[in-house]
Structure formats: structure tokens, C-alpha cells
């Protein structure tokens, strides 16, 4: 019996030895150490056995159960190890095969400046307020001191509407400037006023590399007892060291819109020539991003606002110009030409 | 406008270099775009004077002038026709830069050769040197000029290309520019010295003037010269015209030219014989009347436009164009000058209308100041006389009836500070002023300056211009920058834009490209939608006056110019497109601006992948587009529907109307083939739109958190058959009625061979849960029972074996 279960050991161990995996290391348990192993049915058989005989070979019977056990419970970990990491060293991925693709979707670059731009007003506490592309006459020109047959009307070629039923008068057009909102906001809203104005805007005009005859824009106001033009520029300043970045060079000069009194144009340092002059910004160093001014008192009169009690100022951005420059696109057409090609690369 | 910087030395002194002055205009408000050097190409030219004229022993066509420079004689091969002994010409030494007469390329002039006799260099044409088109005379130049002395010293310029703003009339003139460079650089303006000698009877024997629409002339004043000799005006007028963009006519037109160019008031001459009943009338043009401008043409005029008249005709359009009845000719010897002033909107409008933008137009238009013509007629009377001989009328007519008196303003330091953010004292104030003319005078209080603007001015009204004048004569560079310091105005929430944002950040996010469209659109393209009807309808808004006929309708829908969009990409594009645009479209309305409401387009096409080892994923499909926006729902938390929809533009099964709480906002479908065949495309094309405005009311508000379910969820699966006709969302409203339900799937969906004919298969996952308990089977089975009798009751639907 004894010898018996020394073979028994013997080649159990030796098995054991042999083995790979954890499958075969099941099957060997359950030969050697489960309920119908050899193993199992000699420490049955041992009752069998006179007392004496059935004590030594009871313990020896148990050594071997103990034996085997424990060098399964070795055999266990180092045939984890061995398979975690053999699987790692089976199969070879070529890392350089493509991603399964997802499609790729992305903002307009007119709706990204847009964003940008709107996100650096508000976060100057100005609300965004929009209007209606088609505009009557009078929002767009008379309350903003543009009364018919004015010069400035000339530069800002109008897209009318055909008459209303019943009449032969043009009075609905396409508004040439969101200006025209500016004009609404002053009519509705009492002050304080802080407002940021995008939308679209219409010219009657060929299209060529550099016009459109629709485009964006952004206007602002600021209306409330005691803002100077000291607060204008402050405020058009931060707008473009935020957009362009501390290092670009600002400057303010005088300029004319009807509808603010005293008026301003913002330049900022040429991208292309850092001011020192080139094709782009026509030799002067400086490109115009921007018209603005003090509102003019004729303008917050007509909306209903005193300017003896309150004052104000406006501006008013072209968009599709802030990405050609930061970007080098050179033809303005691209933006609304839809070509994927160019869309995908902002 | 061009302003020669010499002629702008007549009137102030100019000490800085070009480049500064149009610097400090442009900051001042008058942008300078550039500055044209005359003659700053002209190293090695020299003004010289011929000596002797030999003729070339090789060619008769050719002659052999002397030319004295001051030092050696030389001797030049000349072509030219008009070498004259004595005449002071420009001389070219070898190496001087001249444009080819006949390529009109710059080149180099080199030593040379001409049929046998040495040439030491070349007497100039005017276009060798770049200042006109003639090259069949060499340039003679004015008998003063001094011999030896470089011609760019003697003729060459700077000339300043300004943009004038449209309020500043005053400075589309060299004395208004001159005014604004003193006030900029600290110098005084020297005006012009007018004085000229009167003879004979008093011009009102010769001449009467009556203005009988004064609405639309203030002003109307005129001289009278007689005995003029009609004749071509000197060099430097003729050079100074050209320098500012101006044809030289004759020594009369010149003048009238040249003071407006000078004073800004534009004049005209006409021939006093021709002048009928010896009367100027000024009134508004009668029904029907005609008159031929001075280029010829035949103008009809109507009622609102304004004419100058004697008895009998039209003989001018107001401050528009003169008539060619009473123009000045070769044969002229009298000349009735006129300055006067008229409404700047009627003159605007009658040359907008006969389409006659003219120099004296776009000055009237500005606005002037009727003070304006009596300086102007007096100095234009002046020249006149002194470059056509002549003899001045005693006094000029003057009728005036709109005559005011100059109202000086109040300008307050405290209300300069108010608007401006800055100090600045009335010292300052006052020297601004005065600088540009102003006539200043202490205020009541002693913050205040009373000013009044000077006669030329018409864009000063009140104490903000003043203000503004300060400003840009000191510099806005002098005001600080500040942030403002009231407190934030309050904010109401951006609904709108929020929602706006949201869709366009999920579709970004489904791989959607984001496209901008026109809002025009044309007839044509939205017909191609109707492949039944063929007509657009309800009309949408129509421009009046359109650029292109593509550009000629608001568009109704952003269904046209989107896919517009993708035919273009797919000649380019071979994969999948994912096209979207949220915009507004344009509903006409009856005596009301249009509705604008805004609405979300999408479209997608092609395969679902870009080519790949994994697979290409299959085609786009319907329930591609439908996941977008059940996506979108999800994300929203809004309750839509889908349901069989009738839109022509779409294939008649496969479109469905979108509806939330049974308002429809929208609809999703594959369009039809009729309408992809119509933009020249083969592929099938899905497309969803929806009324984002019509969205929003549904987006308000937040639903409240759900606790996370603490009890096992328990799944059986379950395959029905049932006619082809019931639908998913029958079969699923009633599963979902069962209230242990927590969520059902379908996973197959299958007709064909292994059910009967007429039949088809759906296989669904349903998910049990109780908020209270853990589920027993028995409770699970009980409930799938009732489902399936429901089932079964209301759609005939069998368990598949
Ligand atoms: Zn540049």
C-alpha cells in the first residue's frame, strides 16, 4: 500500500511537472486529489485495513494528499504567471494599422469666431441680443442718423425687399449692418445696457475675393450714466488683446459713422508685417478691425433714451475678416463656398 | 481726394516730413492712403534750356539740339517736333531712370549712337518722365525755371491720397486739408490773397438772378467777365489738375476746376451770350422737360430735380452738369461765373437718378455751407482775369434767401470730461479750436468756451462735435483706457442661443460638419424640391432688386442651399458626408417684417465609414439620420415622435413627420429620387429638418433626478410574428404600458423565408424592475403573460416557435 502510494506520488509529481496549462492542471487535480482520484479511494480503502497497518499507512496516505496539495498551490501562481505572460507574447499587433474610423464633425469657422468673440462680451457682462435680418427702412437708417439721400447710404448699398401688397413704397430691406439692432435694443430696452448684437448682414454688392454680398458682423452698446470713451477703448482693448493677444498693438483714430459722435476706428499691428508695412494692410502697418464711437445723441433720442442723462458707446466688428487675417485665408468666398476641404481645417 | 503737398505749402507751412503729416491726418480723422512721389525717380534730370538747334546730317526726321545745363553744353539726338531755340526743357543725363515712350517700361538710359552722331543724353517727353500720356512733344517747361537746377526739385511732388469721410465736405479741398494739417502740426493757415480790379456798369445791368424754389438753393451768386480770350491755361494749373486727377478743358473750365479743387465750392462757367433774356432762373425742372448735359447726352428731367433756367430753357442741372446750350467754347468772350449752394438731398438724388456722380455732385451732396461761394466766385473771377485777360463786372449778383446767421455752441469741460473720460482745460480747448478756424469766446462760467465754426464747416452742430474736435486735434492716443465700472446690467437667460449651442455641439459630436449657407436662394433650385407639384408655395420673399438670379428669393428652407452643398463636395468627395446648418429661414407675413424662424438642417450620404481594414461600415441609411436626432431628443429630454409623413420633396415610404406632444416641428426622410436626380446625384440622400424655434418652448426647464434602482433588473427576450403592417411603435407602446417595464429593445427584425407570407418577426429584450423589491420569476412570467395576451388582443401578434 505504502509503495503504492509513493508511485502514486511519483508520478503525480512528475505529471505535474509537465504541465502548461491551467486546463490540464484541472484535469490533473482531479485525477490525483478529487473525489474518484486513486488517491481518494485508497484513503477510502484504508478502512478496510487491520489498525496497525491502517495507521501507517493512513499517514503516509495523507502525507501524499498534503504533498500533492501544496505543489499544486505552487504550480497554480507560476502557471498564472506563464500564461498572462505568454499571452502577451502570442499575438503581434502591427500598432501602425489605422483606428476604426468615426466620422469627424466640425464648428464653421464663422460660428467658432462668433463664439469666441461673443464669449469675450459676455464675459464682460454684456447680453447678446439679436435681431431680424429683414428690417424696415427705418431701423436701419433713420434711427441711426442715415436720413435718405445721406452720402452714407452710398457705402452701404441696400438689398430691398419687393414692396409690401398694396404699396410701391420699399420699406423692408436686408439690413446692411447690425447696427440695425443696436437702433431696436435703444428703442425696447431701458438703461443700463449692455448688449452684443451677431447676426447676418446683406449688401448689394458683386462678390470677389475680398466682398460678399452677405456676411457677419457684431455690434455692441453699452448704455448707463457716466461711460466715457476712455471706458470704449478700454473695452475694445481687452476685446483685442483677448482675441489677437497681448502683443498686438492696438491703436484708435478718429473716423465717421453718422450714428456716433465722436467717432473711432480700431487698427490693430499688420499679422503679416508686424507694422512694418506691406501688400496686406496697403504699407501702412496697421489693419482696421473695427468702427466705434460715442453713440450719438440724436441716436438715443430717437429711442427714447436722454443723452443729457445717460451716455453711450457702440461698435461694430466684421467677423469673416478676423479668421482671414488669423488664419491667411485670402479670399472670402471660401467661407460660404461650403468645400469641405477648407471647412475641415479650423 | 489728391492734395500736392506743394499746393498745400501755399496755404501753411509744412516742416515735417510727408510720411509724418499723413500720419497725424490719418489719425486726425482724414485717412491717407498713400503718397504718390512725383519725380522721385528722377536722379540725373536737369531743367535745361536749348542753346541751338542743328540738323543731323544722317536723317532728316532727327535734328541736333544744344542744351545748357549750367555747365558744359551737350548735344542730344531729338526727334521731336517742338524744339525750340530759348525753351527750358527737362534734360536727361545718361543714367537717368525714363519710362520707354513706346513700351512704356522703365529703363536706364544708356550711352548711344543715333545714326552716326553721339547723343550725351535725351530732352524729356512728358511721358519719359511719368507725368502724362504725350510723347510726340518733348515738355516745355515754364520760362522762369531755373537752368541746372534738378528737375524734381523744380516740378516734382508729393501727392497725399486722402479718403475724406463723408462729413467733412470742407476738406475735399487743398485749403480745408491745409487747415487740418495746421491744426495737427501747430501752424497757422495762410488763406489766399483775392483782389482783382471791377469795371464798367454793375453786373446786376447785365444780369438777373431769381431763385424761385429756394428750398433747394440757398444761395445763388455770380460775376460776369468780359472780353476773355478762351485759351489753354498755364503748365502748373494744367499740371496741378492732372496731379489731382482733373483734364485740363481751357484756361475758363480750368479756373472753376482748380478753385474748387482749392476751396472746395464748385462753380460753373457759362457762355453770358448765350444766356437768353439775360436772367438766371433757378426753379425745379418741368413735367416732361429735357436738356443735353455737356457730354452730349439728352436728360430727362423730372419734377423734384433742380435747373438753372433763363427765360426760355434749362441751361445747367443744378450743381449736377452744365447744358451744352450755354457751354463755353473756343468763340466765347464773356463769361457768367456761378458759385452757388444747393439742398445736398436733392442733388444727391438727381445724380443718382440721371447717373451723374460728378466731383461738384459729390461736394453739394456733403452738405456746404452757401458762406462758401462768394470767396470761392471771387477768387475764380480773379484767375480769370488774370490768365484769360479780361475785364470783371462792378460787384457779383447774390441772391440769398437762405441766409443765417452762425449760432455760436457752448463747450463745457465738464461735459468734455463726461463723454471722454479725460481732462482737458479750457486753455486746450479754446487753442484746438482756434486752430481750426474756430472763433472762441469765454462762456458764462469759466469751465466753459463759447466757440462758433468757422464758415466752410457744416458738420459742427453741437457741443458733441466740439467735443469731438478736441479730441482728434489732441489726439485719442491722449484718452486713457478704462474698463466700465457701473455695475453689470441685468442678464435675462439666452434660451435661444444655449439651445442653439447644444444642437450644434451634439451634431459637431455625431461627426456632423457644420455649413453656412446664403439665405438667398433662387425660384429654381427650391422647385427642384417639388418633384409633384412643381410649385414653389406659399411664395417666398422676393428681393427688388437681386444681384444674381441665384440670389434672388429668402430662402423658406435651408433644404436647397445645403444640398447645393453637398453636390459640390461629392465631386471631391468619395466617402460619407455629414452635412448640417442651423439657420434662419424666411416666412413671408402679411404687413409684417417676415418670420425668421431659426431651423436646423442636416444631411447624410455615402458610406457609413471612410474606407478601412475594419470594413466600411455599409451605406448611411434612414435610421442613420433617425439616430441623430433621436440622440438629439435624448440629449434635449424631449418626448418626439415619429410618424408617416406626406412631404413631396421625400420618398413617399420612407419619410416620417417628427412631432413632439403632437405639434409637428420637423420631418426626416430619404429624399426622392427625383429630387437627388434633379441636383445630379445618384446616391440616396437622407435628410432631417426641424423648427428649432418651434423646439425651444419644449427644452424649458430640467427633469429631476432619479434615484439609481437598488433592486436587480431581470431580462427575457421574446419573438413576435406579426402582420407586415403593424409597426414597432405599436408593439412597444404596449409593452411599455406594463408598469414593472422598465425599458424594451428590439433587436431582429426579419420577413422572409422562415415566417409566412404577409408576416414578419421582431424580437425585443424586455427589462423588468421594481423600484421596491427584487422580482421573482413568477411575478416577471405573470406580467410577459399579460403582455402577450395584450399582444396578441390588439395586434394579432403570436409567439414565434
Ligand atoms: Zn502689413
Redesign the pocket.
Known amino acids: 500500500m505504502i509503495q503504492q502510494l509513493d508511485e502514486l506520488k511519483t508520478k503525480a509529481l512528475q505529471e505535474l511537472g509537465q504541465i502548461q496549462d491551467g486546463k490540464e492542471l484541472e484535469s490533473w487535480r482531479v485525477r490525483y486529489l478529487g473525489k474518484k482520484s486513486s488517491l481518494t479511494s485508497i484513503l477510502r480503502s484504508l478502512a478496510t485495513l487491520p489498525l496497525e497497518e491502517r495507521k501507517s499507512a493512513g499517514a503516509r496516505a495523507n502525507q501524499v494528499k498534503a504533498d500533492l496539495e501544496s505543489e499544486l498551490q505552487e504550480k497554480e501562481p507560476a502557471l498564472r504567471e506563464a500564461r498572462l505572460v505568454s499571452g502577451t507574447q502570442k499575438e503581434i499587433l502591427d500598432i501602425s494599422l489605422p483606428g476604426r474610423p468615426l466620422p469627424n464633425g466640425r464648428l464653421h469657422p464663422i460660428t467658432q469666431t462668433l463664439n469666441e468673440i461673443l464669449n469675450i462680451f459676455v464675459s464682460m457682462g454684456f447680453q447678446i441680443a439679436e435681431g431680424s435680418d429683414v428690417e424696415r427702412d427705418y431701423y436701419n437708417f433713420e434711427a441711426l442718423n442715415i436720413p435718405a439721400e445721406h452720402p452714407s447710404r452710398d457705402t452701404l448699398s441696400t438689398c430691398w425687399l419687393e414692396p409690401e401688397t398694396g404699396s410701391d413704397e420699399h420699406t423692408m430691406l436686408l439690413r446692411t449692418h447690425t447696427t440695425a439692432v443696436t437702433a431696436r435694443v435703444i428703442e425696447k430696452m431701458k438703461p443700463p445696457i449692455r448688449v452684443i448684437e451677431p447676426g447676418r448682414v446683406y449688401r448689394y454688392e458683386a462678390t470677389d475675393a475680398t466682398h460678399l454680398p452677405m456676411f457677419y458682423q457684431i455690434d455692441g452698446l453699452a448704455v448707463d450714466k457716466g461711460i466715457t470713451m476712455a471706458d470704449l477703448k478700454g473695452t475694445l482693448y481687452e476685446f483685442a488683446r483677448n482675441f489677437f493677444g497681448e502683443e498686438r498693438k492696438v491703436r484708435f483714430r478718429c473716423d465717421y459713422f453718422p450714428f456716433v459722435e465722436p467717432g473711432v476706428e480700431m487698427a490693430i499691428e499688420?499679422l503679416?508685417?508686424n507694422?512694418?508695412?506691406?501688400?496686406?494692410?496697403g504699407?501702412s502697418?496697421w489693419?482696421e478691425i473695427l468702427g466705434a464711437g460715442m453713440t450719438h445723441p440724436e441716436v438715443l433720442r430717437r429711442g427714447g433714451i436722454d443723452p443729457e442723462e445717460y451716455s453711450s458707446f457702440a461698435f461694430g466688428i466684421g467677423i469673416e475678416r478676423l479668421p482671414m487675417l488669423r488664419y491667411g485665408i485670402d479670399d472670402i468666398r471660401l467661407f460660404y463656398g461650403n468645400d469641405l476641404r477648407f471647412l475641415r481645417q479650423f | 481726394m489728391k492734395v500736392p503737398l506743394k499746393w498745400l505749402r501755399e496755404f501753411v507751412d509744412v516742416n515735417l516730413p510727408p510720411k509724418e503729416v499723413a500720419d497725424r491726418l490719418t489719425m486726425s480723422g482724414t485717412e491717407a492712403k498713400g503718397i504718390q512721389v512725383i519725380g522721385g525717380t528722377w536722379d540725373n534730370i536737369v531743367v535745361g534750356q536749348i542753346a541751338a538747334v542743328n540738323p543731323h546730317p544722317n536723317a532728316d526726321r532727327l535734328r541736333l539740339p544744344t542744351v545748357d545745363i549750367g555747365t558744359e553744353p551737350q548735344t542730344v539726338v531729338c526727334g521731336a517736333p517742338n524744339l525750340n531755340i530759348g525753351d527750358k526743357i527737362a534734360f536727361a543725363r545718361v543714367g537717368a531712370q525714363l519710362i520707354d515712350g513706346h513700351t512704356g517700361e522703365i529703363a536706364k538710359l544708356k550711352p548711344a549712337k543715333i545714326r552716326g552722331v553721339e547723343s550725351s543724353g535725351m530732352v524729356c517727353s512728358e511721358k519719359e518722365l511719368g507725368i502724362s500720356d504725350n510723347h510726340t512733344e518733348i515738355l516745355v517747361l515754364p520760362a522762369d525755371a531755373p537752368v541746372g537746377t534738378p528737375l524734381a526739385d523744380y516740378l516734382g511732388d508729393a501727392v497725399f491720397d486722402l479718403d475724406v469721410t463723408p462729413n467733412r465736405p470742407d476738406c475735399l479741398c487743398v485749403i480745408g486739408i491745409a487747415q487740418e494739417v495746421a491744426a495737427v502740426t501747430d501752424q497757422k493757415l495762410h488763406p489766399p490773397e483775392v483782389a482783382y480790379e471791377e469795371a464798367g456798369t454793375p453786373i446786376d445791368q447785365h444780369i438777373a438772378v431769381e431763385i424761385i424754389d429756394a428750398d433747394l438753393c440757398p444761395r445763388y451768386c455770380a460775376s460776369l467777365i468780359t472780353g476773355v480770350k478762351i485759351g489753354e491755361s498755364p503748365p502748373w494749373m494744367q499740371q496741378r489738375l492732372l496731379a489731382c486727377g482733373m483734364r485740363p478743358i481751357n484756361n475758363v473750365v480750368d479756373v472753376t476746376n482748380y478753385v474748387m479743387l482749392e476751396l472746395g465750392q464748385p462753380l460753373h462757367a457759362f457762355d453770358y451770350e448765350l444766356i437768353r433774356g439775360k436772367k438766371i432762373i433757378v426753379r425745379r425742372a418741368t413735367g416732361g422737360e429735357t436738356i443735353t448735359s455737356l457730354d452730349g447726352a439728352e436728360r430727362n428731367l423730372a419734377g423734384n430735380m433742380l435747373v438753372i433756367a433763363d427765360v426760355e430753357r434749362a441751361v445747367a442741372i443744378a450743381g449736377v452738369m452744365g447744358g451744352a446750350n450755354s457751354e463755353v467754347t473756343e468763340d466765347t468772350t464773356s463769361i457768367l461765373l456761378e458759385a452757388a449752394n444747393f439742398n445736398p438731398a436733392s442733388i444727391h438724388y438727381t445724380g443718382q437718378h440721371l447717373s451723374l456722380p460728378s466731383e461738384a455732385c459729390m461736394r453739394f451732396e456733403r452738405g456746404i455751407r452757401p458762406e462758401l461761394t462768394m470767396p470761392a466766385l471771387k477768387r475764380a473771377t480773379q484767375l480769370i482775369v488774370q490768365l484769360g485777360g479780361g475785364q470783371a463786372a462792378r460787384g457779383v449778383a447774390d441772391a440769398y434767401p437762405g441766409k443765417r446767421e452762425p449760432e455760436p455752441m457752448v463747450i463745457s469741460t465738464e461735459r468734455t470730461r463726461q463723454l471722454l473720460g479725460v481732462e482737458f482745460t479750457v486753455d486746450q480747448i479754446t487753442k484746438v479750436l482756434t486752430s481750426l478756424g474756430f472763433e472762441c469766446q469765454p462762456g458764462a462760467s469759466s469751465t466753459e468756451v463759447k466757440a462758433t465754426a468757422p464758415y466752410w464747416r457744416s458738420d459742427i452742430t453741437q457741443e458733441v462735435d466740439l467735443i469731438e474736435e478736441v479730441a482728434r486735434i489732441i489726439g485719442y492716443d491722449h484718452i486713457p483706457m478704462t474698463t466700465l465700472s457701473q455695475s453689470i446690467p441685468p442678464r435675462s437667460p439666452a434660451l435661444m442661443l444655449d439651445l442653439e449651442q447644444k444642437i450644434r455641439n451634439t451634431l459637431v459630436g455625431y461627426g456632423f460638419q457644420e455649413a453656412i449657407t446664403y439665405s438667398l436662394t433662387s425660384l429654381e433650385m427650391l422647385r427642384r424640391f417639388r418633384p409633384q407639384t412643381q410649385q414653389v408655395a406659399p411664395m417666398p420673399a422676393r428681393l427688388a432688386n437681386p444681384m444674381t438670379a441665384e440670389q434672388e428669393y429668402l430662402r423658406p428652407t435651408l433644404r436647397a442651399n445645403l444640398l447645393a452643398a453637398l453636390v459640390a463636395n461629392r465631386r471631391h468627395e468619395e466617402v460619407g458626408i455629414r452635412l448640417f446648418e442651423l439657420g434662419k429661414v424666411y416666412l413671408p407675413r402679411e404687413k409684417e417684417l417676415p418670420d425668421e424662424p431659426e431651423v436646423l438642417c442636416g444631411l447624410l450620404s455615402g458610406s457609413r465609414n471612410d474606407i478601412s481594414w475594419l470594413g466600411d461600415g455599409g451605406q448611411l441609411n434612414f435610421f442613420d439620420a433617425k439616430a441623430v436626432l433621436e440622440g438629439l431628443f435624448r440629449r434635449l429630454g424631449v418626448p418626439a415622435s415619429f410618424k408617416p409623413g406626406d412631404d413631396e420633396s421625400f420618398h413617399p415610404t420612407h419619410q416620417a413627420a417628427i412631432a413632439i406632444n403632437d405639434q409637428e416641428i420637423g420631418v426626416i426622410g430619404e429624399l426622392h429620387p427625383k429630387v437627388t436626380e434633379a441636383f445630379d446625384l445618384a446616391e440616396a440622400v437622407y435628410l432631417f429638418e426641424l423648427n428649432v424655434t418651434e423646439l425651444l418652448p419644449f427644452t424649458a426647464g430640467h427633469s429631476m433626478f432619479q434615484p439609481i434602482p437598488r433592486f436587480p433588473a431581470m431580462v427575457r427576450d421574446i419573438a413576435l410574428i406579426v402582420d407586415v403592417g403593424v409597426s414597432h411603435q405599436q408593439i412597444v407602446d404596449i409593452i411599455r404600458g406594463f408598469s414593472l417595464v422598465k425599458d424594451v429593445a428590439v433587436f431582429d427584425v426579419y420577413s422572409g423565408k422562415q415566417v409566412p407570407a404577409g408576416k414578419k418577426s421582431l424580437a425585443y429584450r424586455i427589462t423588468y424592475q421594481s423600484p421596491t423589491h427584487t422580482l421573482t420569476d413568477e411575478e416577471v412570467n405573470k406580467v410577459q403573460e399579460q403582455i402577450l395576451k395584450k399582444l396578441s388582443r390588439q395586434l394579432g401578434a403570436t409567439l414565434r416557435g
Open positions: 499688420c503679416t508685417c507694422g512694418k508695412g506691406c501688400r496686406l494692410c504699407y502697418g489693419i
